[in-house]
């Protein structure tokens, strides 16, 4: 079975970094993408960053450009989001998941399997 188990969330302060984990699992599909969503409270969910395990191009939302980076072990199966300079906006639920075409994109209807969510929360 395909599996992603998202972990590294945490309480930080504005300005303070976090880095999240993406472990993946069960894929017997070569070539594909992760994203890395987010939901916070009364939002709808939002593309957050992407990468493509074959070329490992990646793409950012607007919002998070120059501060977060997405990355890939693919040895691991582990794909890891760095965030940097958070700010109280970027609190919300963060989730992974995976896009079978590997198509790198932010729109979440394109992706196939969910991981469970991980809290990142930051105060101002």
């Known amino acids: 079975d395909v599996q992603l188990q998202a972990s590294g969330g945490g309480l930080v302060q504005a300005g303070e970094s976090l880095t999240l984990s993406c472990a993946t699992s069960?894929?017997?599909?070569?070539?594909?993408?992760i994203g890395w969503f987010r939901q916070a409270p009364g939002k709808e969910r939002e593309g957050v960053s992407c990468?493509?395990?074959?070329?490992?191009?990646?793409s950012y939302a607007d919002s998070v450009k120059g501060r977060f980076t997405i990355s890939s072990d693919n040895a691991k199966g582990t794909i890891y989001l760095q965030m940097n300079s958070l700010k109280p906006e970027d609190t919300a639920v963060y989730y992974c998941?995976?896009?079978?075409?590997?198509?790198?994109?932010?729109?979440?209807?394109?992706?196939?399997?969910w991981g469970q969510g991980t809290q990142v929360t930051v105060s101002s």
């Open positions: 990468i493509s395990s074959s070329d490992r191009s990646a």
């Open positions: 069960g894929f017997t599909f070569d070539n594909y993408a």
């Open positions: 998941a995976v896009d079978k075409a590997s198509i790198c994109t932010l729109y979440s209807s394109w992706y196939n399997y």
